[in-house]
Every structure is written in C-alpha cells, then in structure tokens.
C-alpha cells in the first residue's frame, strides 16, 4: 500500500523563522512530488518536483527532492503570519491513465506574530 | 483560464437522508476528475476518480458513489447519509496523464 508520512505533525513559529517540513514515502509507479498549501478550503498548489537533488524556488519558499533516500523537504524562510497554513505533501502515481495523488496528513504550521 | 466550481458550500444533513454535491469545470476539456474527503486534521483521502464520461474508479467501498454524465461534470452522492461521512469534500481535476490537480472551494458536510 501507498504510503506518505509527513512531520512534524504541528509547529509553532515566531515570525522571521526558518522551518523545515519534512516528507517521506514509499510507493510504486512514483512519478512526482507535490506540495501544497491549504488554508481555510481548498489546497493551493505551491511546487511539484519530479527530479532528484534540483532546488525549486519561489519567494521565501524552497523544496528538493531526494529519491534515493524516498523523502522532500520544504524549507519556508523569514516566516510570516501569512504563512499559517496546513502544508500536505502529496505523490503521484500512475495507476493504468490517471495520474494518482496519495496525500500526507498534513503539517499545521502557526506562525506568531 | 480554467476554473472549477463546487456547490453547496456547506451543508447540514439528517442520518440517512440522500446527498448530491456537484462539482463543474470551465475552460478545458477531457480532464481526470476527482473526488476527495478530507477529515478534520486529517490529510485527504480518495474516494473516486474518473477519465472519461461514464468511467468511474473507486478507491474506498463506501456507501458514497460518483457519476459523470458529462464531459466537465463530476456528481458525488449518496442514498443514506451516515454520521461518518461528515467531512470536507473536495473535487479536483488534471489534465490527461499529469500529476497536478487543481482543487475546487470544497463542500463541508455534516451528518446529524
């Protein structure tokens, strides 16, 4: 079975921080990473990463991908309070013609101000 | 652009009451369509996926089923809602063969 562990579960910040989330997996037909960022409702996609070791980039927000090791990071600098957000970390998969999304629980990120 | 459009918003329903949630997409064609149900805390969990008209997959037997009787138009219903179906329902769609989903709003359902 597909699976995707995210940690920490939770992390409370002060502003101008620098957090790490952390996932890993195990899957067959692994195809791509994503990351997304979900506030109130629906999840907005934020980097998707298909190749080991190349740094994707924007703003304050970075994320690579290890696939030898089955595992990505998202690094958020200099926090703010707008970062406050659930952080799910998804895999895709091929499963026969549609591309399969299996998702992480989720990492609860509050920063304070 | 393409956008997606889910409704209702939220909705308030009694034990085994029926359920239709709609969900549509604008501006692309032929896309894979999803149904999720996301738990309080909880990551999101796959309940129905769909690459053509009519075509169907479900991941999780339930008492939930999913319909798509056009190109661009997903239906999730139920005949008998049961308090574990309470959550957050959200469609999504990609395109053909891609891994990247783009959401809609979500409906939050409570069973009561």
């Known amino acids: 079975e597909d699976k995707v562990v995210q940690s920490p579960l939770s992390l409370v910040v002060h502003e101008g921080d620098t957090v790490t989330l952390n996932c890993s997996y195990e899957v067959t037909n692994f195809r791509s990473l994503l990351w997304y960022k979900q506030e109130k409702k629906a999840p907005t996609f934020l980097f998707m990463l298909t190749s080991s070791g190349i740094e994707k980039k924007s703003g304050r927000l970075s994320s690579i991908l290890d696939k030898k090791e089955l595992f990505s990071i998202l690094n958020i600098t200099a926090t703010q309070t707008g970062d406050s957000a659930v952080y799910l970390c998804?895999?895709?998969?091929?499963?026969?013609?549609?591309?399969?999304?299996?998702f992480g629980s989720g990492t609860q990120l509050t920063v304070l101000p | 652009s393409q956008t997606i459009h889910q409704w209702p918003a939220t909705l308030v329903q009694p034990v085994g009451s029926p359920l239709s949630l709609e969900c549509t997409v604008e501006g692309t064609s032929n896309p894979n369509l999803y149904w999720y149900r996301q738990a309080a805390g909880r990551g999101l969990q796959l309940l129905f996926y769909?690459?053509?008209?009519?075509?169907i997959s479900s991941e999780v037997p339930q008492n939930l089923s999913a319909s798509r009787p056009q190109d661009r138009q997903f239906i999730l219903s139920s005949k008998k809602l049961l308090l574990s179906d309470s959550g957050f329902y959200l469609c999504a769609w990609s395109g053909s063969g891609a891994s990247q989903q783009f959401f809609g709003p979500g409906t939050r359902l409570t069973v009561l």
């Open positions: 998804a895999v895709g998969v091929l499963d026969g013609s549609a591309r399969q999304l299996t």
């Open positions: 769909s690459v053509g008209i009519g075509q």
